[in-house]
């Protein structure tokens, strides 16, 4: 089943577009790129297929009112400006042609390419998150489950440690943890493709074969297709995101072909002010259940909610917002307009960009990968080879306590990475403690700690009337009830720690609040770093008794997870001295007041 690929091109650029079944996909099964299997030839057999190497057709883009929104004007200019400069005419194959190297001379690429070694900065690469072997990598890509392996796609500069000359990397797994990297699967051999392979989506068709939607030319407010969904009316549609002055949207294209798409009058949603969305996504989740639904499943209202997510390219950040979809009116509404998209809730407070979600039909879940970038300087992923990791890859569903939030948590496969376990229970931690836990040192952790909700309610103090704000002063802060929380990749002298932790005020309205932040200020001596505080407050009611975090540790990345996953931050560290069985873990309560530490596991982690 060969899978169909389908670039987005406009109007104007379509008398030009490729139809690619004999032209392209000749020249893929000729030069043998799309899938090589360097070892565990047996296992990925499957790949080799020539039917699956194959390209598909170009598609016939009617952006009727792409105009209107003056897209066509700013593609129109960028076309221009393209097609102008000598030396940019694309080829057929980014490996060895004049088109990659120039593109890669824009960006002042540095001389590491494959076949080099790689440079120091061991400490920092990762050892069971998702990371080519070298380069810069961004967006992840078209995930999907197909034929009985999970593929990964991501936008991938094979040239350099920097962006640019964008093509798609592809890796295939069994398990979403241990990845086998393949050859490059869409590379930017096609005149629209002269800005790169950018950001795009997978679909299954009922008959088992995948579509790949992905943008062409770039820069232009409008890009990033999602996955495609069937309505009852036989129609698939698509979503894309655009821009329309400052109003970010997501436009809706219908097709029965895959070829002849038409845009839909009404857009899915619009939010006035929060600028281009990238990489939107949208996907309903079952109002009954903890199972994943297919993205086709839009139907029955009174069992699913939508979920609609865009990339804000203003901030970096990726909102999410839950409510209803109507197939009459085929526009999005969202349940609490003050927490539309781009208003209130994100994924994730850290480093997290450009996600994406597939539903995994082998085990009937939803799951969301997202981009962590670095939090270095440009000229020290330079230096190391390497840039960008992709987060642990975490199952999605409603929590039906609130109704009005998703739960995130990594995968259940990440487990089988658990060796040694250390466990420590009922430890009091009297205001201003620190605890080092022993048998729990190294840079390759998951932790679980729960600590009792304090007796706020009986205090005898004087309490704290403010917001907490994680930026403000991060663990160094004094409270009545925190910071508390762990220390994790610290130093001997405490010189480098990277602190995760609660802090509970009490609001003017007599509300309490809890906020939850990733401190990395003083998470490395190196300099050149972003050092800023993240995190956010939550709504937990003092009658919920516990407080609880989970963090994956694996060198340069802290990803948190908090209250079984109604917020989760990532952070990105660089530690110098508190490496490997030299980086410790510390519990600790910065506030006055005793806190309960009620159970603290913590998993050494094996390489995947
Ligand atoms: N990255 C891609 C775009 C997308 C952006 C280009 C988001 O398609 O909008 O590498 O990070």
């Not at 979403?176 to 869409?186: G, K, Q, R, T």
């Not at 839009?298 to 970096?316: C, D, E, F, I, P």
């Not at 048998?439 to 704290?464: H, M, N, R």
Request: proline content about 4%.
């Amino acid at each position: 089943m060969a899978p169909v690929i389908i670039s987005f091109v406009s109007d104007m650029e379509r008398q030009n577009c490729r139809v690619a079944e004999n032209e392209a996909g000749k020249v893929l099964e000729d030069e043998g790129y799309y899938v090589q299997i360097p070892d565990k030839k047996a296992d990925y057999a499957e790949f080799e297929n020539p039917e699956f190497r194959s390209l598909g057709n170009c598609i016939r883009f009617r952006s009727i009112f792409l105009t209107a929104i003056c897209i066509a004007l700013i593609m129109c200019l960028s076309l221009l400006i393209c097609l102008s400069q000598p030396g940019l005419a694309p080829s057929k194959s980014v490996k060895d042609t004049a088109w990659s190297k120039q593109s890669a001379s824009k960006f002042l690429m540095p001389s590491i390419i494959k076949g080099e070694s790689l440079p120091s900065f061991a400490d920092e690469r990762t050892s069971f998150h998702f990371q080519p072997e070298r380069n810069w990598m961004n967006d992840p890509n078209g995930p999907m489950f197909y034929k009985g392996y999970y593929h990964f796609f991501y936008q991938y500069n094979p040239d350099a440690a920097v962006w640019g000359n964008i093509t798609w990397g592809h890796s295939v797994s069994t398990d979403l943890i241990h990845w086998h990297h393949l050859e490059l699967a869409l590379v930017p051999d096609q005149w629209y493709d002269v800005e790169g392979v950018w950001s795009g989506s997978a679909t299954i068709l009922p008959d088992g074969k995948p579509v790949i939607l992905y943008t062409g030319i770039g820069h232009t407010d409008f890009r990033d297709p999602t996955t495609a969904w069937l309505e009852s009316d036989g129609l698939w549609r698509i979503a894309i995101g655009a821009k329309e002055g400052t109003t970010g949207l997501a436009l809706v294209y219908k097709t029965s072909d895959f070829l002849n798409w038409t845009l839909q009058r009404s857009f899915l949603h619009q939010i006035a002010g929060t600028g281009m969305w990238e990489c939107v996504d949208f996907y309903p989740v079952s109002l009954t259940g903890t199972n994943g639904l297919d993205t086709s499943k839009v139907q029955g209202n009174q069992l699913v909610k939508h979920v609609l997510k865009a990339s804000l390219g203003s901030n970096k950040h990726d909102y999410y917002t839950i409510g209803t979809y109507s197939t009459d009116l085929k526009t999005f509404v969202a349940d609490d307009p003050t927490r539309d998209v781009g208003l209130g809730l994100r994924y994730d407070y850290g480093k997290f960009y450009a996600s994406k979600t597939f539903y995994d039909p082998a085990q009937e879940r939803r799951i969301l990968w997202g981009w962590a970038n670095e939090s270095d300087s440009q000229l020290d992923d330079i230096k190391k080879g390497w840039a960008s990791v992709q987060t642990i890859p975490r199952t999605l569903v409603l929590d039906h306590h609130t109704g009005s939030n998703l739960l995130q948590w990594p995968i259940s496969e990440l487990d089988s990475l658990r060796g040694d376990k250390v466990v420590k229970q009922d430890i009091l931690l009297d205001g201003g403690a620190m605890l080092k836990v022993d048998g729990a040192s190294g840079a390759q952790l998951d932790i679980e700690v729960t600590f009792k909700y304090p007796d706020v309610q009986t205090l005898d103090v004087p309490l704290e009337q403010k917001e907490c704000v994680c930026s403000q002063g991060g663990a160094a802060q004094r409270g009545v009830f925190g910071p508390f929380g762990l220390l994790v990749l610290a130093a001997d002298d405490l010189v480098e720690q990277t602190a995760v932790y609660f802090y509970l005020t009490l609001r003017p309205n007599g509300k309490w609040m809890t906020t939850v932040c990733s401190d990395q200020s003083r998470s490395s001596l190196a300099k050149g770093i972003d050092r800023t505080v993240y995190g956010t407050s939550i709504n937990i009611a003092p009658t919920e008794n516990f407080l609880s975090l989970r963090l994956i540790v694996d060198h340069s990345i802290v990803e948190t997870f908090v209250q079984q996953g109604i917020a989760c931050i990532t952070s990105r560290v660089y530690p110098t001295l508190a490496v490997e069985r030299d980086a410790h873990v510390l519990l600790f309560n910065n506030g006055s007041e005793s806190i309960a530490m009620h159970t603290l596991e913590i998993w050494q982690m094996s390489n995947a």
